[in-house]
Structure formats: C-alpha cells, structure tokens
C-alpha cells in the first residue's frame, strides 16, 4: 500500500517550514507527530469536538478534518504561538486561569484557538455571539460557563463587548 | 553542638517573615493552568517510547457471535507489522480476571480479548502491533475472523426470562447478582397509608460522559528485568493492577504505572485495564514498546457506558398530609457484556438509600443483569444517580398525583437540619447538611414565585408554549467504605479506604507532595498545595505537588485513584497527614539545635524562630543541608529519627458493615446539591428550551471555591446533557446506531444554561478539614428537567423515563397514552 508523498512549504507559528508529507497523513497529525507540537489534541476523529482547532490563514479549523497536503503554502497558528513556554501567558490564557474556563485542560488549546480567531474577526462580540462562536468546540469538565465569562472578559478588555 | 553558620552580616540584616495568609478557603489560581493554556500539558498520546509500535484492535461487529478460525497471516505479511495477538493465544497466556461477583455470577469469563465468542459489538478479538498508526490500522483490517452469530438479548428486564440468550453460559442465567433491601415494614406501611401510589415502570437511560480524551497507554514489557511499564491515563491504577496482577501471572510491583496529565474520565477510565492487558502481552510477543490511543468511535463501542436501570412496580406509601413513608422497588441494572466494576452498583445506590428524605419503610429488590451491550464503567453519579433519580420522579409523581405542591411536599419529607447526623434506616450517617435551606435558597435564585406567575401568564394567554418549574434535590456520597463490598460478596476481605501521600523536604529546602491520586482536572495540585503550604506556613507558590500515578513514588494504598467523590476527604487527609509529619521532623530538628521547647517556635515563611529572640532561627534549607548533607553536625539524639521525607496514610474511620443486614456506615460524607430550573415547550414540536437555572451546593467547607463551583458546573452540564441530548440507542441485532459524534449529541456551549450558583457550608464533623468530596454532583439536572417536565405537562401525564428529548415531549403531549407505558395509579384508603 504506497503512499504518496508531497514536498509541503508553511509558516508555523511565524516561522518557516518545509516538509515531505505522505498524502495521507492529516494535518493533526502533521502538527502532533512531524511538528512535535503536542498542545494540538485529538477529541472525536470526526471533526466534532475541536480539540484540534488550529488557525490557517487566519482562519479556525479542525485539524483532524484537513490533510497535511492543505497547508501547503498557508499561514499555520497553534496554541504555542500564543506565548511559548516561560513566557507569560497572553490576555486570553490569564483570563482563563481568572475564570477557571479549564479543568483537564485537554479540550483548552482548541478552545483557545476557535476564541481567538473569534475574537479576532469580530469588531462587537455579544454573549450570545460567544456561546454561539464556540459551538464548534467540546468541554466536558467545565460546562462552558466559565469559558464563556473569560472570553467575555478579554473581548470588554479588548473593546469588543 | 554546632549550629549551620550564618554570616554575620545575614544576622544583622535577617527580620523575621510576615506571617502567610492561610490560603485554605481561597479561590487562588490553579498551579495546573499555565501548562495546559501553553499546549505543555503531558498526556498520554504525548508520550512516546524508542522503538515503539503502534496497536490496533480487530473488534467483533457482531454483538453474539462464536468465534471460530482467526486468519492473521495477510496480517503478518505486512512489512512494517511485528506482533498479532488473538484470544485463543490469550486463554494460553493468561487466566481470566478476577471477579468481585461471588458464585454463579463470579463464573463468568472475562478475558482482555475475546475468547470462544464474542458479547458484545466492538468486543476485541485480536490486536496488531506495527510500524505506524496507519499501518496497524491497515492490518487489523486484513485479519479475517470466522464469526457464527448468535442469538442476542438485549432488553434489561426481559434479559432476566428463561427463554432469554445466555451472555455467560457458566452463570446459568443473565442475572450477575441479585440481592433484596428491606428496612422499617414496607408492607406495613403501604396497608397504613392513606394513598398508595404506584408507579408501573421508570426507565433511565444508557448514555456516557465521554472524556474528551479517549483511552490510551504505552506500554513496555521490560524483559530484562521483567518489568511492565504502562504510561496510560488509567484513573485507578492499583485497582487495575488488583485485576491484571493475578490475570497475567505477575507480581503486582512488577507493574509500574505512570501517568500525568488526563483529559477527563468520569468514572469511565478505570476497567481499561483490559485493553493495558492486551497491549503488555503484545509488548512481550514483540519485545518492543507498544502505543495505543483509541478512536472516538472504538471509545463509544468498545470501552464502557453508564448503567442503564428499569425500575418496575413501584409502590409509595403516602398521608394525607404528604408524608411519605417510604417505597418499594424491583430495580434491574443492565450493566452490559462483562462485570468490570460490577455488580458493585448493587450496593453503591444503598449508600443514598432514602435520597434527602425522612423515609422510614424501604425495599429495593436490585438485579444486576446482562445484555449483549458495551459493558458498563461507573460513569460520574455511578449507581447512587440512578435511583436517586428514581427518588425525585417518586416526590414529583406523589405530588402530581395527588395534588400536592411538590415543593411543600419535599419540605415536608426533606431530613430536618438539626437531625444530623442522621442515621438512614439501613445504617448510613448523613454527616451534615440543610437541605430545607438550601432549597429556600435555590428557589430564590431561580426567582421561583417571579416563574409561577409567568406560568400561569403563559397558559392563560394560549400562546402554543408552556412553562414548566422543576427541582432535583440529590447528594453526592463520598469516601466510600469498601467494606460494602462484602454486601454484595461476603467472601472478599475489603473494607475502610485511604490514601497516601509523601511530604518531602528536598536537598535546598523544597517542599513537594507526592500523592496517590490520578486527577483529570480536578485541581488536586493546587488544593493540596493550599492545605500544605498552610501547614507549612508557606505560600502554596512554594509547594511542588507531583499528581498523577508513579508506582516508583510508593505514595499509594489499594483504594488509590480519583473516583467516587473522595479528594477533598482522602487525598487532602494524606497529604494533610504527611505535612504534619514532616513538620513533626522540622519542629525535632528546630528545638534540638536551637535548644528551646517546640512551644517557643514560630512557623512562618519557611523558617522557625524561637519567638522573641528571632537571631535564633533555622530556614527549611538550612535544615534539609543539616540533614541530607551535614549530618555529622546533626545532635545525636534525633539524628535516627527525622528523614524529612514522610509517608502518611490517611484512613476514614470505617468498621465492617453487616452482610447480614445489609446496614452499616456505608459513605464518610454526604455532599449536597439542590437545583430549580425552568424549561419551556413548543406544544406544537415539542422543542424545549432552558429559560433559568440555580445550583445550591453544600460540601461542607469549601478549600478552593472556585473548583468547587467548576466542579458544580460541569456535572450540572452532564446532568443536562443526559437529560435532553445524551442517549446511546442499539437496534434490535445489538448495534451501537451512535457510536460517533456526529450522532451522539454532546452538549456544546449554546445549549449549556449559564447556571446561577451558591454554596451553604455545612462542614462535615467526620473528615480531617470538614469538606467533603463533591466532583460527581449527583445527577441534579436529571431530576430537575424531568420535575420541571412533569410540572408543565400536568397530572394526566407521568414522566416515567430520564431521556427527554424533542420528539419524547412531543410524545408526551400528544400521545400521553403511548408515550408513558403503564402511567401511574392512586389507590386511596
């Protein structure tokens, strides 16, 4: 059974990259195994729970539901790139510490991604407009209240609300 | 003597520490955020072993089949596979799991692949180790099995008849345990009473609380000196090896568990031993570590569900001026394929024998019984949420019935404030509570009178909608005794519980805690570091909590894990226990240098001073180099006694409950919750929506009330999931039809309520800090949706099942007859 293979060219993070993919292999994958960036989760292999929800070219995607072949030539943000380790945590990742928004923290980067892309494209962001932003993404332990309060807090702060 | 040197100038310059704070009560920021915001959380599929391969499990797709020939051949000729495993070589290899079942259900053979047939859809046959996850994948599906179906059963009760296919033809039925739980005179009472309701049949559903992250461990089976490593997000692990110790012929040290970071489990990560099981005996097959991760979809086949429970021929005894007496039940809990945890739900529901309620006459007639279904984990609210459940239709169905306001007739019944500790008629001891209180309090918040006058609005006005008022008042029992077991198997030689924790100062001076716990979110590190640094007089910043299991740590009893509602009991006691020991060193070492009585000394900042003369001081650095480093300057007298390394057990003051009677002090706790929530229907679809809800909860005293509140609100969203979403439905031939999530609908952030919460302290007079263990929550929103369900559709309509969704309302409102089976009865004297 011969894989295909593709020579690939991203940017992660900012950085540069360029890699040789098999044609199967998906873009979770490509993050979690090649890149080593293991914040990236994997929840449902259906493309459901957003635990794998990354930003490509600005915009929020289910890792799990892409090939790493798609993100030839894209702009590639993971939860790392948004403040590395030993670096204090941005405006999003205090306010979810402020809130308690996690508790296994497994379904966290995802959350994270789909909310700052979210708070990103908006220019007003209501509460209803956040509950219904995060649709895409699953948490088990919180019951999203919390979550939802954080993101709430960090688009007033931001001069969204 | 000579005293660690201190410069002069430290001397001069050295003021004595401003006393820290206690940070017990505090909602301090967790200690676990900052790596899991980064993406440094380490779970399981993060880690990785040299040379490793990859597993994957051929599944049965039928859910009864002999197993005949297995082909692995095409398999093996794979380039890239090293190892299969069938279960013809697993009857060779290993014996069968222990059974907590005595006889006949102790017979039942359960292997960690299936052997001679398989019993349920998505039961493991055989597994394969290769190069890649893509590859094992590929060959698992080249492994050809001979299957002769089987005839299945799969209904709960019907399960139960003689004519009824065997799961285990060595039990001789499909009954796994049976037991019957009488206290008081139930028959009395119903001959007494001025009303017997009877209510034919309540059914709760099947569903699960699916971990976000699934299943997974690395595993090596060391030959060289055969010892078995297993990273794995298994949330009980020397449970797990209690049932693969004895199952692969090994000595329990020789299996080293490890763990760190878990994405949630629920109850639903303690029998993946099974599959641990499996992967080792590959690991030794093909002498090279082995990775497994499961899929979504193998998850909701292949590792385990909530219990399902029917409920038939209930019967309530009740006066005229709402008292209840009590009631009588025949319970049939459908656990599934194999008893992995089981029939131990036989006796867990006991603990919460008469709910919140004053209930004096009691009889539970409990069959634990087999289908041909995924096999049953104690998923949050295991066993005690179901009846509970059970308890709250009972209330709200009295009350419909009868024409009762159900609030009126839960205070009525409600356990008086003052009467605790209060002792249930099978022997249990409510710690504390106030349940009168707190459903005054939730009702306030939930502005209960303010939604009684909309109602009456809305259903004047003939707007096609209806409102619909509903309260579950439930208590999470926590600290379980295991000599419970003996209730359900006299002969198995458990009883009490603990745990361990290690309190260690290191060679600078460091304070860390090793506990025995395996938290997934619970924030074990940043409360323990509270209680700890309190203790300590530290800052909780100063304190490394190392979660997560490590065999090599030695901080564990048998009962070691995180399960069934006992944290803030247990682990907070051992962890309490060893601070105190390892202040006991300090305070030795302190007075003997210092030459002062332990009276004179002051703990603060991570120094003690003799109080009043503060020139006379040791760090805890200077300590632990006196100790670790210069221990020839150490004085004689106590130079044997302190190690500043302390292992304490902390063990709940349990006997051995009464098989006999079935009685006894069953749980050290009993958290509370009380809910009121307000849902509206569409009468022409049957569509509801959530207007409002409140939580009050009471676990005694708080150590960070912030994880306390999350922990309130992420059961209230499983509660809410399964009352209105959350349903795992098989066709007639024993088929999982939604075993993904495209169609397991998972509650995602719009359809959670923003819940209104409080917390009415209680503490408890039983645990080492007064709180009480609180995670499960007790199912609350379960009760309450169906309270408030019963409340908008009116007496002509009995809510008889757990699961509500849109078309069932629409049943309920439109085909009352068809929809609530056999209804409910009021025989009046």
Known sequence: MPDSVHAIELTVNGEPHEAVVPGRQLLVHFIRDTLGLRGTHIGCDSGNCGACTVIVDGKAVKSCMQLAVQADGRALETVEGLSGPGEEPNDLQAAFTRHHALQCGYCTPGMLMSATALLEQAEELSLDEIRRGLKGNICRCTGYVNIVRAVEDVAARRGLA | ?829
């Not at chain 2, 704070?21 to 909602?27: F, K, L, Y």
């Not at chain 2, 502005?447 to 707007?463: F, I, M, N, V």
């Not at chain 2, 001081?617 to 302390?646: H, Q, S």
């Open chain 2, 1 to 829: 003597m000579s005293v660690p040197t201190r410069t002069d100038e430290q001397i001069a310059t050295w003021s004595p520490p401003a006393p820290q704070a206690p940070s017990v009560g505090q909602s301090i920021p967790r200690k676990e955020d900052r790596r899991l915001l980064q993406g440094q959380g380490l779970f399981t599929d993060d880690l990785w072993m040299h040379r490793q391969g990859h597993v994957h499990f051929v599944r049965s797709p039928h859910a009864h089949a002999r197993i005949g020939a297995i082909d692995v051949s095409r398999a093996e000729a794979l380039p890239g596979v090293y190892a299969t495993l069938t279960g013809e070589e697993v009857r060779g290899l290993t014996d069968r799991f222990p059974q907590i079942a005595p006889e006949p259900g102790g017979s039942a053979k359960d292997y960690c692949l299936a052997v001679g047939k398989a019993r349920f859809a998505g039961e493991p046959v055989a597994v394969v180790l290769a190069e890649t996850r893509e590859l094992a994948r590929d060959a698992a599906a080249l492994v050809e099995v001979d299957y002769e179906p089987l005839p299945v059963t799969l209904d709960g009760v019907a399960t139960t008849q003689p004519d009824a296919p065997l799961v285990h033809s060595e039990i001789g039925s499909n009954i796994g345990w049976e037991g019957v739980y009488e206290f008081g005179d139930v028959d009395w009472a119903l001959e007494h009473a001025d009303h017997v309701v009877r209510i034919p049949h309540l059914h709760f559903h099947r569903f699960s609380s699916t971990p976000l992250e699934c299943n997974a461990a690395v595993v090596d089976w060391e030959q060289g000196t055969d010892t078995i490593q297993i990273l794995s997000n298994n949330q009980m692990p020397q449970f797990a090896a209690m049932f693969m110790a004895p199952a692969l012929g090994v000595r329990t040290d020789q299996l080293q568990f490890r763990s760190q970071d878990i994405g949630g489990a629920f109850g639903l990560k303690l029998t993946s031993y099974t599959n641990i099981t499996a992967i080792a005996l590959l690991s030794r097959k093909a002498n090279r570590p082995a990775k497994w991760t499961e899929y979504r979809s193998e998850h909701m086949v292949g590792s385990c569900h909530g219990n399902e429970r029917t409920f038939r021929g209930i019967e309530v005894p009740v006066m005229a001026d709402g008292q209840i007496l009590g009631f009588s039940a025949t319970a049939f809990d459908d656990v599934g394929a194999f008893m992995r945890y089981e029939p131990l739900g036989g006796v867990i529901f006991s603990q919460v024998l008469p709910g919140c309620y004053r209930f004096q006459h009691l009889r539970v007639d409990y069959r634990t019984v087999l289908t041909n279904k995924t096999p049953v984990g104690p998923n949050r609210g295991y066993s005690r949420l179901q009846h509970l459940w059970m308890v709250e239709r009972i209330v709200d169905i009295v009350a419909s019935q009868l024409g009762l306001d159900p609030v009126a007739v839960r205070r009525r019944n409600y356990i008086a404030a003052h009467e605790f500790p209060y002792e249930t008629p099978n022997g249990c001891l409510y710690d504390s509570g106030d349940y009168h209180a707190a459903l005054d309090r939730v009702l306030e918040l939930v502005d209960y009178d303010g939604w009684r006058e909309r109602q009456a609005e809305l259903r004047a006005s003939g707007s096609g909608r209806r409102i619909g008022i509903g309260i579950g008042s439930t208590l999470d029992s926590g600290t379980s005794n295991f000599g419970q077991a003996r209730l359900i198997n006299r002969e198995l030689q458990y009883s009490g519980n603990g745990e361990a924790a290690i309190c260690k100062l290191d060679l600078g001076g460091e304070i860390s805690v090793a506990l025995g716990t395996v938290p997934q979110g619970q924030g074990h590190e940043t409360t323990t570091a509270q209680v700890v640094a309190d203790t300590l007089g530290v800052s909780p910043n100063e304190v490394r909590v190392l979660a997560g299991a490590d065999s090599a740590r030695n901080a564990y009893v048998a009962f070691s894990g995180t399960y069934a509602s006992q944290f803030a009991v247990t682990g907070i006691g051992a962890a309490l226990g060893a601070a105190k020991a390892l202040r006991d060193d300090l305070y030795a070492i302190a007075t003997s240098v210092l030459e002062c009585a332990p009276e004179e000394l002051l703990l603060v900042g991570g120094t003690l001073s003799v109080e009043g003369d503060e020139d006379r001081a040791m760090t805890f650095a200077e300590i632990a180099n006196l100790v670790y480093a210069n221990n020839g300057a150490l004085p004689p007298e106590i130079a044997d006694a302190v190690t500043l390394n302390r292992r304490f057990v902390y063990r709940p003051p349990f006997g051995v409950p009464d098989w006999r009677t079935k009685s006894g002090h069953l749980t050290l706790t009993y958290a509370s919750q009380f809910h009121a929530c307000v849902v509206e229907i569409e009468e022409e679809t049957g569509a509801t929506k959530l207007l409002d809800y409140a939580i009050v909860d009471e676990c005694g005293t708080p150590i960070n009330p912030q994880i306390v509140e999350g922990q309130v609100h992420g059961a209230a969203a499983h509660g809410i999931a399964a009352a209105l979403q959350e349903t795992l439905e098989y066709d007639e031939h024993g088929q999982l039809l939604n075993g993904t999530f495209w169609d397991y609908h998972v509650v995602s952030c719009p359809d959670t309520p923003l819940f209104k919460t409080d917390n009415l302290p209680r503490p408890s007079p039983f645990t080492p800090t007064g709180s009480k263990g609180m995670g499960e929550g007790g199912g609350g929103p379960l009760h309450a949706v169906c309270s408030a369900l019963q409340d908008a559709l009116g007496p002509d309509v009995v809510v008889t099942e757990s699961h509500n969704p849109t078309e069932r309302v629409w049943q309920l409102l439109h085909e009352p007859d068809a929809a609530a089976r056999e209804g409910a009865e009021v025989r009046s004297r």
